[in-house]
Protein backbone atom coordinates (compact mmCIF):
# COMPACT_ATOMS: atom_id res chain seq x y z
CA UNK A 1 0.00 0.00 0.00
CA UNK A 2 1.93 3.31 -1.27
CA UNK A 3 1.44 6.42 0.54
CA UNK A 4 3.57 8.86 2.91
CA UNK A 5 3.54 8.53 6.36
CA UNK A 6 4.04 11.18 8.99
CA UNK A 7 4.36 10.26 12.62
CA UNK A 8 3.84 11.59 15.15
CA UNK A 9 0.35 12.68 14.91
CA UNK A 10 0.54 14.95 17.91
CA UNK A 11 3.76 15.88 19.46
CA UNK A 12 4.09 18.82 22.02
CA UNK A 13 7.42 21.18 22.44
CA UNK A 14 8.36 22.43 25.38
CA UNK A 15 10.32 26.10 25.26
CA UNK A 16 13.54 25.71 24.07
CA UNK A 17 13.47 21.75 23.26
CA UNK A 18 14.43 21.02 19.52
CA UNK A 19 12.08 18.32 18.49
CA UNK A 20 12.21 16.53 14.79
CA UNK A 21 8.92 14.93 12.82
CA UNK A 22 9.32 12.25 10.83
CA UNK A 23 8.06 11.35 7.14
CA UNK A 24 8.38 8.55 4.79
CA UNK A 25 7.66 7.30 1.90
CA UNK A 26 7.24 4.00 -0.14
CA UNK A 27 6.63 5.38 -3.79
CA UNK A 28 9.90 5.89 -4.82
CA UNK A 29 9.67 9.71 -5.45
CA UNK A 30 12.36 11.74 -5.84
CA UNK A 31 11.05 15.20 -4.55
CA UNK A 32 10.27 15.43 -1.44
CA UNK A 33 8.52 18.72 0.61
CA UNK A 34 7.71 20.37 4.31
CA UNK A 35 4.78 22.61 4.16
CA UNK A 36 3.58 24.12 7.33
CA UNK A 37 -0.39 24.92 7.31
CA UNK A 38 -2.04 27.90 9.45
CA UNK A 39 -5.54 28.90 9.88
CA UNK A 40 -5.95 31.34 6.70
CA UNK A 41 -2.75 31.34 5.35
CA UNK A 42 -2.66 28.12 3.42
CA UNK A 43 0.36 25.78 2.94
CA UNK A 44 3.65 27.41 3.33
CA UNK A 45 6.82 25.55 1.47
CA UNK A 46 9.77 25.39 4.55
CA UNK A 47 12.25 23.10 2.43
CA UNK A 48 12.69 20.76 -0.41
CA UNK A 49 14.26 17.98 -1.77
CA UNK A 50 14.87 16.72 -5.28
CA UNK A 51 18.00 14.31 -4.56
CA UNK A 52 19.08 12.04 -1.75
CA UNK A 53 21.31 14.73 0.12
CA UNK A 54 20.74 17.57 -1.85
CA UNK A 55 17.60 19.91 -0.21
CA UNK A 56 16.84 23.73 -0.70
CA UNK A 57 15.06 26.22 1.57
CA UNK A 58 11.62 27.22 0.52
CA UNK A 59 10.10 30.26 1.66
CA UNK A 60 9.51 30.20 5.49
CA UNK A 61 12.77 27.83 6.78
CA UNK A 62 14.22 30.03 9.33
CA UNK A 63 13.91 28.04 12.44
CA UNK A 64 13.67 24.45 10.53
CA UNK A 65 16.29 22.06 9.54
CA UNK A 66 16.21 18.98 7.20
CA UNK A 67 18.07 15.99 6.09
CA UNK A 68 17.66 13.64 3.27
CA UNK A 69 20.54 10.76 3.70
CA UNK A 70 17.66 8.39 2.08
CA UNK A 71 15.45 8.56 -0.66
CA UNK A 72 11.96 7.23 1.52
CA UNK A 73 13.10 9.56 4.29
CA UNK A 74 13.12 13.24 4.98
CA UNK A 75 12.61 14.65 8.50
CA UNK A 76 11.94 18.13 9.64
CA UNK A 77 13.44 19.19 12.61
CA UNK A 78 12.07 22.39 14.28
CA UNK A 79 14.48 23.91 16.40
CA UNK A 80 14.64 26.47 19.44
CA UNK A 81 14.96 29.06 17.10
CA UNK A 82 11.51 28.35 15.66
CA UNK A 83 9.75 31.27 17.94
CA UNK A 84 6.14 30.33 17.04
CA UNK A 85 5.57 26.61 16.22
CA UNK A 86 2.59 26.12 16.87
CA UNK A 87 0.89 24.69 13.20
CA UNK A 88 0.06 21.48 11.43
CA UNK A 89 3.06 20.31 9.58
CA UNK A 90 2.37 18.42 6.14
CA UNK A 91 4.93 16.22 4.03
CA UNK A 92 4.64 15.52 0.55
CA UNK A 93 6.29 13.94 -2.53
CA UNK A 94 6.21 13.92 -6.19
CA UNK A 95 8.30 12.32 -9.08
CA UNK A 96 11.30 14.58 -10.00
CA UNK A 97 9.14 17.81 -11.57
CA UNK A 98 6.11 15.70 -11.35
CA UNK A 99 2.41 17.60 -11.08
CA UNK A 100 1.13 15.48 -8.41
CA UNK A 101 1.98 16.24 -5.19
CA UNK A 102 1.33 13.06 -2.24
CA UNK A 103 0.54 14.69 0.61
CA UNK A 104 0.85 12.74 4.28
CA UNK A 105 -1.90 13.17 7.38
CA UNK A 106 0.09 15.67 8.79
CA UNK A 107 1.70 16.43 12.33
CA UNK A 108 -0.06 18.79 14.46
CA UNK A 109 2.50 20.37 16.65
CA UNK A 110 2.02 22.37 20.01
CA UNK A 111 4.29 24.27 22.26
CA UNK A 112 3.60 23.36 25.58
CA UNK B 1 3.38 37.93 0.50
CA UNK B 2 0.65 35.32 -1.15
CA UNK B 3 1.36 35.12 -5.05
CA UNK B 4 -2.13 33.65 -5.28
CA UNK B 5 -4.98 35.20 -3.89
CA UNK B 6 -7.61 33.05 -3.03
CA UNK B 7 -11.43 34.05 -2.18
CA UNK B 8 -13.98 33.67 -0.53
CA UNK B 9 -12.33 32.27 2.89
CA UNK B 10 -15.77 30.58 3.41
CA UNK B 11 -18.72 30.20 1.75
CA UNK B 12 -22.21 27.84 2.82
CA UNK B 13 -23.85 26.29 -0.22
CA UNK B 14 -27.39 24.38 -0.31
CA UNK B 15 -27.30 20.32 -1.50
CA UNK B 16 -27.76 20.50 -5.27
CA UNK B 17 -26.36 24.42 -5.44
CA UNK B 18 -23.18 25.58 -6.90
CA UNK B 19 -20.14 26.11 -5.22
CA UNK B 20 -17.43 29.02 -6.98
CA UNK B 21 -14.26 29.55 -5.58
CA UNK B 22 -12.19 32.20 -7.37
CA UNK B 23 -8.30 32.84 -7.57
CA UNK B 24 -5.99 35.76 -8.76
CA UNK B 25 -2.09 35.72 -9.53
CA UNK B 26 0.66 37.88 -10.63
CA UNK B 27 3.12 36.12 -12.04
CA UNK B 28 2.66 35.36 -15.64
CA UNK B 29 5.61 32.40 -15.50
CA UNK B 30 3.18 30.51 -13.66
CA UNK B 31 2.50 27.22 -15.99
CA UNK B 32 0.50 24.62 -13.89
CA UNK B 33 -3.15 25.38 -12.00
CA UNK B 34 -3.87 22.69 -9.54
CA UNK B 35 -6.62 22.34 -6.99
CA UNK B 36 -6.30 20.96 -3.90
CA UNK B 37 -9.03 18.94 -1.65
CA UNK B 38 -8.31 19.34 2.17
CA UNK B 39 -10.77 16.56 4.82
CA UNK B 40 -10.32 17.79 8.62
CA UNK B 41 -6.86 16.44 10.10
CA UNK B 42 -5.53 14.87 6.57
CA UNK B 43 -3.46 16.25 3.75
CA UNK B 44 -4.31 17.83 0.78
CA UNK B 45 -5.16 15.57 -2.17
CA UNK B 46 -5.19 16.65 -5.52
CA UNK B 47 -8.36 17.62 -7.08
CA UNK B 48 -8.29 19.21 -10.82
CA UNK B 49 -5.65 20.51 -12.61
CA UNK B 50 -5.29 22.87 -15.63
CA UNK B 51 -2.68 24.30 -17.78
CA UNK B 52 -3.10 28.23 -19.49
CA UNK B 53 -3.27 26.51 -23.38
CA UNK B 54 -7.10 25.59 -22.48
CA UNK B 55 -9.68 27.87 -20.71
CA UNK B 56 -11.94 25.33 -19.49
CA UNK B 57 -11.31 21.69 -17.52
CA UNK B 58 -14.07 19.04 -15.87
CA UNK B 59 -13.76 16.21 -14.14
CA UNK B 60 -17.28 14.96 -12.88
CA UNK B 61 -19.11 17.56 -10.98
CA UNK B 62 -15.88 19.89 -10.81
CA UNK B 63 -14.87 22.22 -13.52
CA UNK B 64 -11.74 24.66 -13.65
CA UNK B 65 -12.01 28.25 -15.83
CA UNK B 66 -8.82 29.75 -16.58
CA UNK B 67 -8.91 33.15 -17.82
CA UNK B 68 -5.20 34.25 -18.78
CA UNK B 69 -5.74 37.57 -19.55
CA UNK B 70 -7.03 38.46 -16.28
CA UNK B 71 -4.57 36.02 -14.90
CA UNK B 72 -7.45 34.36 -12.53
CA UNK B 73 -8.70 31.01 -12.78
CA UNK B 74 -11.93 29.46 -10.39
CA UNK B 75 -13.64 26.24 -9.19
CA UNK B 76 -17.17 24.98 -10.13
CA UNK B 77 -18.23 22.27 -7.84
CA UNK B 78 -21.94 21.30 -9.69
CA UNK B 79 -24.73 19.85 -7.82
CA UNK B 80 -22.49 20.08 -4.36
CA UNK B 81 -23.35 17.32 -1.94
CA UNK B 82 -22.46 16.78 1.72
CA UNK B 83 -19.43 14.40 1.06
CA UNK B 84 -17.82 17.65 -0.91
CA UNK B 85 -17.83 19.81 2.23
CA UNK B 86 -14.01 20.13 2.70
CA UNK B 87 -11.62 22.80 2.27
CA UNK B 88 -9.94 24.03 -1.11
CA UNK B 89 -6.66 25.29 -2.26
CA UNK B 90 -6.03 26.77 -5.17
CA UNK B 91 -2.16 26.74 -6.21
CA UNK B 92 0.08 27.89 -8.89
CA UNK B 93 3.70 26.94 -10.04
CA UNK B 94 6.50 27.19 -13.04
CA UNK B 95 7.95 24.64 -14.09
CA UNK B 96 5.85 21.84 -12.17
CA UNK B 97 7.48 22.09 -8.79
CA UNK B 98 7.30 24.53 -5.86
CA UNK B 99 3.61 25.03 -5.73
CA UNK B 100 2.57 28.71 -4.31
CA UNK B 101 -0.95 27.52 -2.48
CA UNK B 102 -3.97 30.18 -2.06
CA UNK B 103 -4.87 30.98 1.40
CA UNK B 104 -8.14 28.60 1.32
CA UNK B 105 -11.62 28.37 1.25
CA UNK B 106 -13.94 26.19 3.44
CA UNK B 107 -17.12 25.00 1.98
CA UNK B 108 -20.14 23.89 3.74
CA UNK B 109 -22.35 21.97 2.00
CA UNK B 110 -26.38 21.93 3.44
CA UNK B 111 -28.24 18.82 3.36
Known amino acids: DGGITQSPKYLFRKEGQNVTLSCEQN?????MYWYRQDPGQGLRLIYY???????QKGDIAEGYSVSREKKESFPLTVTSAQKNPTAFYLC???????????FGSGTQLSVL | QQQVKQSPQSLIVQKGGISIINCAYE??????FPWYQQFPGKGPALLIA?????SEKKEGRFTISFNKSAKQFSLHIMDSQPGDSATYFC??????????FGAGTTVTVRA
Open chain 1, 49 to 55: SQIVNDF
Open chain 2, 50 to 54: IRPDV
Open chain 2, 27 to 32: NTAFDY
Open chain 1, 92 to 102: ASSRLRGEKLF
Open chain 2, 91 to 100: AASMNDYKLS
Open chain 1, 27 to 31: LNHDA
